[in-house]
Nanobody, 119 residues
Framework: QVQLVESGGGLVQPGGSLRLSCAASGFTFWTFAMNWYRQAPGKERELVAN????????NYADSVKGRFTISRDNAKNTVYLQMSSLEAEDTAVYYC????????????WGQGTQVTVSS
């Protein structure tokens, strides 16, 4: 059974930090690229960051560059999103996504974790 379980969300003050984790099971984690998306109320889901299957390549949305860092530990089947200098505009539900293209395409999603940035 495929599972992606996010954790680490919560309430944080502006300027604060949080680290999100996404624990994967039920599939060959190391063959999947991993993404973090977010969706704020009334807005479309947007891609925040992604990381290649072996972690050599990362990409970020312009809005989070220099503040967020995505990483993965293939030995632990876990992907992380370190978020710093958080702003009210970062408030959203954050989703973990695993994606594999090519001959055996697959696409899995977690249930999301709420991040609220407020004083």
């Amino acid at each position: 059974q495929v599972q992606l379980v996010e954790s680490g969300g919560g309430l944080v003050q502006p300027g604060g930090s949080l680290r999100l984790s996404c624990a994967a099971s039920g599939f060959t984690f190391w063959t999947f690229a991993m993404n973090w998306y977010r969706q704020a109320p009334g807005k479309e889901r947007e891609l925040v960051a992604n990381i290649s299957s072996i972690g050599g390549v990362t990409n970020y949305a312009d809005s989070v560059k220099g503040r967020f860092t995505i990483s993965r530990d293939n030995a632990k089947n876990t992907v992380y999103l370190q978020m710093s200098s958080l702003e009210a505009e970062d408030t959203a539900v954050y989703y973990c996504n695993a994606i594999r293209r090519g001959l055996l395409p697959s696409d899995y999603w977690g249930q999301g974790t709420q991040v609220t940035v407020s004083s």
